[in-house]
Structures are given as structure tokens and as C-alpha cells.
């Protein structure tokens, strides 16, 4: 599943403010480490700050904290801010499309009620789990906007 830009730096920002729980982290300190615009990633957060995940600290030191239940909050919530994930192939759905379009959109339909479903149980906890069990990069900054391919097959 490929997620916008947008998706994923909410993800990430969402993973720095638990892994720094009750200290604020600034839209710079995220961006700086993932490697994208302050002014990007700001836009970002105020769509976080609605939907009440995170909450702005002002002031000088200010910067945002995470306001969510790490624990309740799942990766679906996250991404429904950011995706259309009730696309339906409308094509198919209509009454002329053949055996194979209507076979096909249905198909592709059960893949996405899948990928809803593992979204909506992974939390944001458990997710912040997963990323302490791997040895941390070498310093290297991430690219959220660049697929990164590896040479060798997935273990």
C-alpha cells in the first residue's frame, strides 16, 4: 500500500512525540530528522491538532505534544486524515461492466477491506513497539518521499 507524503510524516511525527513522552518536540526537530520542510510538515500537524492527536505548546520552548491514547489510536485513524480510503471503482460497479470488471472490482474491494482491517488493528503503541525492537540507522536521515529499495530479499 503506498501512503501520500502527508501520511507518513503524520505517522513519524506521531512516533517521535510518543517516543518522547510528555516532553514537546518542534516541527523542525521532526522535519530535521526525516528530512522535509518545516512549512510541509506544519500543515500536517494542524490537521493532527483538529482531529486531536497532537496539541501546539506556545511559547518560547514551545512545540507540539502528542494528546491521543497511544493505545486506542490506530494507524487507520492516522491514515482516514490523509486518505480516501472509500475509492470504489465506480466503472465496475455500474450495471454494463463486464463479468471480469465486476469479478475484478470485487476482488480489489476485499483487498481493500483487508487493508482497512490491519490498519485498524495496529495501535500507535504497538507500532511505537515495533520501531524500539530495531536497531536504530546509522545516523542516516530517512526520505519519506523516496521508496528505499534493498538489494537483498526481506527476511
Known amino acids: 500500500m503506498r501512503l501520500q507524503v502527508s501520511t507518513r510524516l503524520a505517522i513519524f511525527a506521531i512516533l517521535e512525540l510518543t ?4 516532553r514537546h518536540l518542534s516541527v523542525a526537530e521532526i522535519g530535521e530528522k526525516y528530512g522535509v520542510s518545516s512549512h510541509h510538515l506544519a500543515k ?11 496539541r501546539s505548546i506556545r511559547g518560547a520552548g514551545g512545540g ?9 489510536t490506530t494507524l487507520l ?4 486524515l490523509f486518505e480516501d480510503l472509500t475509492a ?4 465496475a460497479a455500474a450495471g ?3 463479468r471480469e470488471e465486476r469479478t475484478l472490482s470485487e ?23 515495533l520501531v524500539d525492537r530495531r536497531p536504530a540507522a546509522n545516523g542516516q536521515h530517512l ?13
Open 44 to 54: 500536517v500537524m494542524h490537521v493532527l491538532g483538529r482531529a486531536g492527536l497532537v
Open 77 to 80: 485513524d492516522v491514515v482516514q
Open 107 to 129: 476482488v480489489l474491494g476485499e483487498i481493500d477491506d483487508i487493508a482497512r482491517a490491519t490498519l485498524g488493528s495496529i495501535t500507535i503503541a504497538t507500532l511505537r513497539k
Open 88 to 91: 470504489v471503482d465506480e466503472g
Open 96 to 98: 454494463d461492466a463486464t
Open 143 to 155: 526520505k519519506t518521499g523516496v521508496s528505499r529499495r534493498r538489494s537483498s530479499p526481506r527476511p
Open 19 to 22: 517516543a518522547r513522552d510528555g
Open 64 to 72: 507540539f505534544q502528542f494528546s491521543g491514547n497511544a493505545r486506542r
